[in-house]
């Protein structure tokens, strides 16, 4: 799936208000990192940043300057929209990763952290563009700079759209690891794209793109919409994710610094 057609479609999944009721909070796990990463007054990447679950948070707790890129052009009004109600305007900047102002900060190493959240690298098509993102994360990185990934685990994942689409696969429609899926919002068919991880794969991808993984957990045990819409169901799922190994994780939680 091309990059606007991915647009096309979370403008239509965010317009419907499905992804806010889906995913009402951020994950307990990831924000708790990111806060840890993040310095006072810190500089933040949040790549994917949709309508805001993680710099909203760290621009008002940290104090953090954000640059929030989306391929979504309704999840940057929503962002802009809030951040201002919330007089956090001056903190967030809001931009397509397709434009001048992103353009600008690539290569200048500015940022402490680089976030792509939940999904985000698994919905960018074919394995040389997610490592070629990966590589610009790098030098975006500020010396100490951390990436922060949630990544989509695929043992856990999507298991009769990974069996639909092997014949896609071994056709070379798709590479492994690649599903197509739909989402449904009032009778409206939105059709989408992930890519589907192991922790191997993981490992290999970034060490390709000039990084040293530092951790690798759970995101969460729990599908993502459970633990992030109750509270409760959060902090007990966050304190079994603390104790399984990854692979048993609905999704990974990854860190990772500039490889030597």
């Known amino acids: ?36 990463l993040l310095p006072v007054g810190g500089r933040l ?60 900060e690539v290569g200048a190493g500015r940022f402490d952290v680089a976030l792509l959240g939940f ?3 698994g919905h960018v098509a074919g394995r040389a563009r997610r ?8 030098g975006m990185l500020a010396p100490g700079g951390r990436l922060v990934l949630g990544l989509p685990n695929a043992a856990r994942r999507f298991a009769r759209e990974q069996r639909d689409c092997r014949a896609l696969v071994a056709s070379g429609v798709l590479e492994p690891g690649d599903i197509r899926y739909e989402r449904s919002v009032d009778g409206t068919v939105i059709p989408l794209f992930y890519h589907l991880f192991s922790a191997d794969e993981i490992r290999a991808d970034l060490a390709e793109a000039g990084f040293a993984v530092e951790a690798l957990t759970i995101e969460s045990v729990l599908p993502e919409k459970a633990v992030t819409r109750s509270a409760l169901i959060g ?4 304190a079994a994710s603390a104790l399984l190994p990854p692979a ?11 490889a030597a």
Do not use: K
């Open 235 to 238: 902090v007990l799922d966050g």
């Open 45 to 104: 990447l949040d790549y994917g940043a949709g309508e805001g679950r993680y710099c909203l948070p760290l621009a008002a707790g940290r104090g953090a300057e954000v640059l929030a890129a989306d391929i979504s052009a309704v999840a940057r009004r929503h962002l802009e929209a809030t951040a201002a109600a919330v007089g956090l305007a001056g903190r967030i900047r809001v931009c397509d990763p397709a434009d001048a102002v992103y353009a600008a």
């Open 119 to 121: 999904g985000v690298l």
């Open 131 to 138: 490592i070629a993102l990966l590589a610009e994360m790098r």
């Open 248 to 258: 048993f994780g609905y999704g990974f939680l990854v860190t990772a610094a500039p």
């Open 1 to 36: 799936m091309r990059t606007d057609e991915m647009g096309r479609s979370y403008d239509v999944y965010f317009s419907s208000g499905l992804y806010r009721s889906r995913y009402l909070r951020p994950n307990r796990r990831t924000l708790a990192l990111l806060t840890r």
